[in-house]
């Protein structure tokens, strides 16, 4: 992979998660009349998309034939069980990180999320039961997250299938798992007001740039690694603090964080740096 294509998926990791993060926290503290839409059927709905999407992509491999398409699903998917159950352990993990991302960002705000704070003026707008929530599902996604990203790495990384089948893969069981989510915690909700209660145009976009973030971190991990992702998601803290200060202004930034900033952006800058070998002296 080129050094070129290597910081193309970073700035576009970095551009995704950035915004992901920053629209779910608003659509999740937006005040609106009616009910507020459900974090567990967002979940559900980007799978199913991020399914369609990659069914799509198949299909144009397969030089726009149906026929092909169908035998590729059939031989890949139907024929191998064993190579699909694979994507069961990182999908029902996935599924739950994304799950808790919702609950964080309901009670922390965008940079804290990413990065927790002693800031006193935080201290002051948070209630320590909603911050202590909030935080307790950062630290679980983020222990689920780097499991389930060295695992998904390893099935990718050992097998000749297509990314984009393992990601059809990933996404049936993790709407498997989303539904019994929806089910087991809000089947009341969505039988009195619809599965769709609350959506609006800011919803779709938040579960848009959650399906464009499994696409694009599969193909990271698949062409690049794991560490790479991490380090997107490094530098997102960094941007996503500067909006919330600036724009958003419920983030007030420490000195510790500075700190931790500058280290960030210096383990990126040698994570890509390639010296040149040096040449051989010249004997006399």
């Known amino acids: 992979m080129s050094a070129n294509l290597k910081y193309l998926s970073l700035g576009i990791l970095v551009f995704q998660t950035t915004s992901l993060v920053l629209t779910m926290r608003y659509s999740r503290t937006l005040k609106e009349e009616g009910p507020r839409y459900l974090s567990s059927t967002a979940v559900v709905v980007a799978e199913l998309l991020k399914i369609m999407a990659c069914i799509l992509l198949v299909y ?32 029902g993990i996935y599924t739950l990180q994304n799950n808790l991302l919702y609950v964080a960002l309901s009670n922390l705000d965008a940079a804290t999320y990413q990065w927790p704070s002693d800031s006193q003026e935080l201290d002051k707008e948070l209630s320590a039961g909603s911050q202590f929530v909030g935080l ?38 993790g709407s498997i798992f989303g539904l019994m989510g929806v089910y087991i915690y ?12 609350g959506y609006n145009r800011l919803t779709w976009i938040v579960v848009v740039l959650q399906a464009l973030g499994g696409l ?69």
């Open 60 to 91: 144009k491999d397969s030089k726009c034939s149906l026929r092909a398409l169908n035998r590729i699903l059939h031989d890949e998917i139907l024929n191998k069980p064993m190579e699909t159950l694979k994507l069961a352990i990182p999908s």
């Open 136 to 173: 307790m599902a950062v630290l679980t996604a983020c222990f689920s997250s780097g499991f389930a990203g060295v695992y998904f790495e390893k099935i990718l990384k050992e097998t000749k299938q297509s990314v984009w089948i393992r990601n059809i893969q990933l996404g049936f069981f």
């Open 186 to 197: 809000d089947g009341e909700l969505v039988s009195k007001n619809g599965f769709f209660q």
């Open 216 to 284: 694009v971190i599969a193909a990271v991990i698949k062409y690049a690694d794991n560490i790479l992702k991490g380090f997107a998601t490094s530098l997102s803290i960094i941007l996503s603090t500067l909006i919330s200060y600036f724009w958003l202004q419920d983030f007030v930034p420490t000195s510790v964080f500075f700190l931790g900033a500058i280290l960030v952006i210096t383990a990126t800058f040698l994570y890509g740096y390639d010296p040149k070998p040096a040449g051989n002296p010249t004997k006399a």
